[in-house]
């Protein structure tokens, strides 16, 4: 297979680590350039010491200039902070690369919406217009023929493949949904923050942005597509002490007396021509270190007999299937390749 060049920007983050470990092994891509303002000029391996001996320790990071970056590489991940990533797409989208970005930039169709979230003009509305919402299971064609991709929120893909296809047969009512999800830290990103330090985060649990998430209105905007309705949900962010992972428990009220086994088949046909979505066998709950490093996410069904409520647990890993791998997964499509190719590792256990 002729692999094509591809580039990391933003490859010191987490993110931007994350992509690299998934490009390494990957088949059809080669590492063309890893950039980061603050580190360019030395190595991977200088960086990063886990990657001695590898076999992209040796690439030279670079400073992000699109147009040098594009001359070699016409794919390129955007692993860089949202309101970065709006104009530097839009530079490398002017030189005929291919961009999935990672930010939030261009997930929210609508501008004035990413305005009252982010508190920040979308500078880039025409490619705003363009851009294909980054979830295999829901968008492939759309992705497979895309030239900007906006890869999904990590909470975003936990919640929204927890309830989208319930969502879609009306199994449950639109109105009323709470999403409670759990996340490591390194969700909040390699940049040095207080909040984040080993003792405000260890032997320590806590809930934050609660009522006021900027990922709320993406998971908005997708269910409502879903339900057919312009939905709310209430969705309550915890921070965990571990690396890690995302789980998420999704409160419905169901429209019938439906059982699980029947609301686990009807799940498990809408996600039958995707690989990573895994349903759960009664009785079993998803757990997050069974999905590390991977492009699963596992759900989990609970019917609540006294309250006649469904309870959904969907686990993801959040740097893997909540940002690069799926960005991954997204560049499959746009390539031509199939979606699965090279993200097919198995969970880091125990
Ligand atoms: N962490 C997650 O679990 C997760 C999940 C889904 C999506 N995301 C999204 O993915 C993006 C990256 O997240 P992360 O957690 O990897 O962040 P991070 O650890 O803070 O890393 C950010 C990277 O971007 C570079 N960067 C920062 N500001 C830049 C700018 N103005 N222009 C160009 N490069 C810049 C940084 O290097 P230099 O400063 O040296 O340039 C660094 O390499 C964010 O938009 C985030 O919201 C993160």
């Keep these: ?182 996340s490591g830290t390194s969700g909040a990103g390699r940049v040095a923050k207080t909040g984040t330090l080993f003792c405000e985060v260890t032997d320590s649990f806590r809930a934050y942005s609660l009522g006021s998430h900027r990922h709320t209105p993406e998971m908005e905007q997708e269910l409502s597509l879903a339900s057919g309705r312009d939905m709310r949900i209430s969705f309550s962010p915890h921070l965990v002490p571990m690396n890690r992972g995302i789980l998420s428990t999704c409160y419905v009220t169901l429209n019938s007396r439906m059982q699980t086994q029947e609301i686990r088949r009807i799940y498990r046909d809408f996600y039958q021509d995707t690989p990573w979505v895994r349903i759960m066998p009664e009785k079993v709950l998803p757990e997050t270190r069974w999905v590390r490093g991977t492009m699963f996410c596992d759900l989990g069904f609970v019917r609540d007999q006294r309250t006649g409520r469904l309870i959904i647990v969907s686990c993801i890993d959040n740097l893997c299937r909540g940002a690069s791998g799926q960005a991954v997964a997204n560049a499959n499509l746009m390539s031509g390749y199939d979606l699965d190719l090279g993200l097919d590792a198995a969970p880091l256990m125990p």
Excluded at 84 to 93: G, R
Aim: aromatic residues 10%; charged residues 20%.
């Design 1 to 182: 297979m002729q692999k094509k060049n591809v580039a990391v920007v933003g490859a010191t983050g987490y993110t931007g680590m994350e992509l690299i470990r998934v490009l390494s092994t990957h088949p059809g891509f080669e590492i063309g350039a890893v950039t980061s303002r603050s580190e360019a000029g030395k190595t991977l391996q200088e960086l990063f010491p886990y990657m001695q001996g590898t076999k992209s320790g040796s690439i030279a990071v670079t400073f992000p200039d699109p147009e040098l970056v594009a001359r070699d590489c016409k794919t390129v991940f955007l692993a860089v902070p949202h309101g970065a990533a709006m104009d530097m797409a839009a530079a490398f989208l002017d030189q005929k690369a291919r961009v999935v970005d990672l930010s939030a930039d261009f997930r929210l169709r609508d501008a004035a919406e990413y305005s009252a979230w982010y508190g920040l003009e979308h500078s880039r509305k025409t490619w705003l217009k363009e851009a294909v919402y980054g979830l295999p299971e829901i968008y492939r064609d759309r992705i497979a023929g895309a030239n900007l991709v906006a890869n999904p929120g990590c909470y975003p893909s936990s919640v929204i493949l927890a309830l989208y296809p319930g969502l879609k047969h009306k199994i449950f009512d639109p109105e009323g949904i709470i999403a409670d999800s759990k």
